[in-house]
């Protein structure tokens, strides 16, 4: 099976790239630009900077975990077929020891700093690139130097108690046993899961926990420390418990997630609040203006929600995965694929520069085309190349759909096409291609904003007479029943613009609302500063107002460009009513409780958060002060 996960048992058996084919629409359009742009973006810039060098023995470029985002873009390219992937996969496999180990910082050095050294991080990189391959084309001299690797890996490290400061390679073990079949990797990857925590790494200033080392896995209550190493340590876990029936292990993570998502997750769905460490802070700490939100961090967890979604068939951990999928993913990649968000606040007070070079920083309020971490990238590039495997999953009865978007899907028998301009119309038809002669069932996930509505009532179906959905949960249920090649089944998803408040307790925002369309968040953005957003406070009172169509493509700032869809699709913007509030002039940021301010009033244009910062340096803000 073509997919980046394939759970040996859970609720719910995920459909791959074999099976799931994007057509043009939000997510097929990107995974084109991933295959047009992104991957070849991201191998001339390592190829510029020496990263690839390093597997030819020339001088040593890069930071200690630069061999890792070869291994990413490897799996990228194994993902979608990509023609470069023989060549720059015999560069690493030449690089390998005899004994399988592999890397071009610690050669000859070997695992002398496991805190920082991140060798174990780039083997499990290089393991789901060779995994990737094996399951999309067969066997190769990559999966060949993989298997060495994780035996290296194995011999090494069975015994003891070490870990690596940065987990990764869990996953990646329990993914080579999936498909091998070899325990030893599956209980190499329990040993790690379970020595964290005991403790197992050095004490650092940022403490332990910045590693997840300061409590065992199974007792932590939420997720903490850096945001990235965190996601991927609970992916790990998750696998673990999977693969060895470890109920306990598996509702540990699941608790500690329903906690990060319900305290510590920012409305767009990204995670991390702190700079330092880059990570989560307390509970209920979610500054807008200081959210760190890394990309990665948000890929993290998209993998987390959707191996948990596999696992236990609740329709929330789509629900999460949606959300982060739309609003901090899609946001990180310039429309262009040659520029991209390392973090992803949800307040921007001084519009940034445009970078042209390698950043030396993560926080800039631009994007850029390359970063000295240059993590998010590749990440991106191999995330979207295997976005068919989040669409939709099966079960011996049907098929479900989790994220509505154009697409083709085939299981036993069974060929729909998804017809939808979802996330710019709420609008979802499903077409039967092919049909068995026994019943199926077809699903579509309801998120949480459209939980009143639809009805079955106001479900439209054409083709079958005798077909009305039944609502199962958070599912809208077509059938059971014996399909015919030509029926179509549609539903009508709320799409209206909505206000949304904040939890009193997020006391960063407090007295501020922001807009959600769909799954979409929305920010008010301006150039150059033009609307000065710290003087605009919003009125409640009216609705917020869609402004599409023909209103988007009369040349204002912003207009849908050709990767956001077919030419009828538009960009859906919400303007909202306002007033700007001037500063004082009593030489102070502060006055007298009982004065009253100025107030000029004016219409509040906002775009989709993931399409800001397209149109130059520009101010932004998701929270908005309301009067």
């Known amino acids: 099976m073509a ?10 058996t995920p459909l791959g790239l074999d099976a799931v084919r994007l057509d043009p629409g939000f997510w097929g359009d990107r995974r084109t630009l991933d295959q047009d742009v992104i991957i070849g973006h991201c191998l001339e810039w390592m190829d510029k900077l020496g990263w690839i060098g390093n597997f030819r023995s020339e001088p040593r470029r890069g930071r200690e975990f630069a061999d ?55 083997a499990g990189h290089l393991i789901q690139a060779g995994v990737a391959r094996w399951r999309t084309a067969g066997e190769h001299p990559l999966t060949d130097a993989v298997r060495l690797a994780a035996d290296q890996v194995c011999r090494r ?36 899961v379970e020595r964290r925590g005991r403790p197992a790494l050095a004490d650092i200033e940022l403490g332990r926990a910045y590693f997840q080392d300061d409590v065992p896995v199974r007792r932590a209550a939420a997720f903490g420390g850096h945001a990235v190493r965190a996601m991927y340590l609970a992916c790990g876990a998750v696998d673990v418990a999977v693969e060895t029936r470890d109920a306990e292990l598996l509702a540990a993570i699941e608790a500690q997630w329903e906690h990060t998502v319900a305290r510590r997750t920012h409305l767009t769905g990204g995670m991390g609040s702190r700079h330092t460490g880059e990570s989560f802070g307390e509970d209920f700490e979610l500054p807008p203006d ?4 890394e990309t990665c961090a948000g890929i993290g967890s998209v993998m987390l929600a959707h ?63 390359w970063f000295q971490v240059s993590c998010c990238p590749t990440n991106l590039a191999r995330t979207f190349a295997s976005l068919p495997a989040y669409v939709a999953t099966a079960t011996p009865g049907g098929i479900q759909i989790h994220h509505p978007t154009a697409c083709e899907i085939s299981h036993d028998g069974l060929t729909v096409r ?15 291609l092919e049909a068995p002669a026994d019943p199926r069932h077809v699903s579509l996930r309801l998120p949480p904003w459209a939980a009143g509505a639809p009805h079955p009532g106001d479900t439209v179906s054409r083709g079958p007479e005798d077909l009305t959905p039944v609502r199962r949960g958070s599912a809208l249920v077509f059938g059971e029943r014996v399909w015919a090649p030509g029926e179509v089944v549609a539903a009508e998803l709320p799409m209206e613009a909505r206000w949304v408040r904040p939890d009193p307790r997020v006391d960063a925002v407090r007295g501020c609302v922001a807009v959600e369309r769909g799954p979409l968040v929305y920010c008010a953005e301006s150039p150059r500063d033009e609307v000065r957003l710290a003087e605009v406070v919003v009125d409640l009172s009216r609705p917020p107002a869609e402004r599409t169509g023909d209103e988007l ?46 107030e000029e009033e004016l219409t509040l244009r906002l775009v989709p958060y993931h399409r800001w910062g397209n149109h130059g340096p520009a101010t932004m803000r998701v929270w908005l002060p309301a009067g």
Request: net charge negative.
């Open 553 to 598: 493509r009369s040349g204002a700032a912003g207009d849908a460009p050709a990767h956001d869809g077919p030419p009828h699709d538009g960009v859906v913007r919400v303007e909202v009513r306002a007033s700007r509030r001037p500063e004082g002039d009593n030489g102070r940021p502060y006055a007298e409780a009982g004065d009253t301010p100025r």
């Open 307 to 369: 191996r948990l979604l596999l696992a236990t068939g609740r329709s929330r951990y789509a629900d999460q995965a949606e959300r982060t999928l739309y609003n901090l993913v899609a946001a990180s990649p310039a429309l262009d694929g040659r520029s991209f968000f390392y973090a992803n606040p949800l307040h921007v007070r001084t519009p940034g520069r445009v970078a042209e070079d390698v950043s030396p920083r993560a926080e800039s309020a631009s994007r850029a085309p």
């Open 418 to 432: 998804v017809e939808t301009l979802y996330p710019w119309s709420g609008s979802v038809a499903v077409r039967v």
């Open 68 to 122: 890792s985002e070869v291994y990413k873009l490897l799996e990228a390219m194994a993902w979608t077929g990509d023609r470069r992937f023989d060549e720059l996969a015999a560069t690493v496999v030449a690089a390998q020891e005899p004994d399988g180990y592999l890397n071009t910082r610690w050669s000859g050095d070997r695992y002398r700093d496991f805190e920082w050294g991140h060798e174990l991080y780039c």
């Open 157 to 192: 490290f069975m015994e003891g108690h070490e870990v690596c400061g940065h987990p990764e390679i869990e996953m990646a073990l329990v993914e080579l046993y999936r498909l091998t079949g070899a325990e030893r990797y599956l209980e190499m990857a329990r040993r790690f």
């Open 290 to 293: 200081r959210a760190y939100a």
């Open 3 to 12: 997919n980046p996960v394939v759970p040996s048992s859970g609720v719910l």
